[in-house]
């Protein structure tokens, strides 16, 4: 059980266009969802936090414009990047956790995003 | 604010050997401490977690962790390392309040095991 899919697994665009990424609880309701980023040799940095129905919390210093999640069920949360440039090619990974219990995420297995 | 230390982002042992990564934490409250592995094309799974309660932690696969608050550190250990346990390991911290559930990650710890 707990099982959190990604999709796509890895994408490549091009300079100026958006990007959606979806993050998926698969037997579970996920009334939290984090999104963190992991560039090359380096550790993962949370992003955001969106919880179900509300608008995400980001972090200091991410671009909440550029960044955007939503959140609208208990099973799916999507990212989305827009304007994307080649510095923000990366790695990106959700994880979800159910009510009460946030101590415990359960992690997606990450989107590559390369921008050209 | 809270941070984690991770000593060692490579970790080499032979196959039956005792296994130690080593993570020191930072935080301003009482911790939530956790470890994660990440298989190759995997999702980080959790290993064990220490929330306040008994300070040596039992995981799966028969890796535990003793909290030292004295050290602040969250070593993880297994006494017979097994092929199946190369892998990346992240040590991790979350505080409780307004950041509960946000959790700040080491750098990683890359274990190899030779036969």
């Known amino acids: 059980g707990a099982v959190v899919s990604q999709h796509p697994s890895w994408v490549i665009c091009k300079s100026g266009t958006s990007v959606k990424i979806e993050c998926r609880s698969l037997?579970?309701?996920?009334?939290?969802m984090f999104w963190y980023r992991q560039f090359p040799k380096q550790s993962l940095m949370l992003m955001a936090t969106?919880?179900?129905?509300?608008?995400?919390?980001?972090e200091q210093g991410v671009e909440k414009d550029k960044f955007l999640i939503n959140h609208a069920s208990l099973t799916l949360s999507t990212l989305t990047v827009t304007s994307a440039h080649p510095e923000d090619s990366s790695f990106y990974i959700c994880?979800?956790?159910?009510?009460?219990?946030?101590?415990?995420?359960?992690f997606g297995p990450g989107t590559r995003l390369t921008v050209l | 604010a809270q941070s984690v230390t991770q000593l060692g982002s490579h970790v080499s042992v032979s196959e039956g050997a005792l296994v130690l990564l080593r993570c020191n934490y930072s935080s301003s409250v009482p911790p939530y401490l956790f470890w994660y592995v990440q298989y190759p094309n995997q999702g980080l799974q959790l290993l064990l977690k220490?929330?306040?309660?008994?300070?040596l932690v039992k995981g799966i696969n028969g890796f535990e962790a003793e909290f030292k608050k004295s050290e602040t550190s969250f070593h993880l250990t297994k006494p017979s390392a097994h092929m199946s346990d190369a892998a990346e390991y992240f040590c991790?911290?979350?505080?409780?309040?307004?950041?509960?559930?946000?959790?700040?990650f080491g750098q990683g710890t890359i274990l190899t095991v030779h036969p």
């Open positions: 994880s979800a956790s159910r009510r009460f219990h946030t101590d415990t995420q359960y």
């Open positions: 037997d579970f309701q996920a009334t939290t």
């Open positions: 969106s919880n179900e129905g509300s608008k995400a919390t980001y």
């Open positions: 991790a911290v979350s505080a409780g309040g307004t950041s509960y559930g946000k959790l700040t």
């Open positions: 220490y929330t306040s309660a008994a300070t």
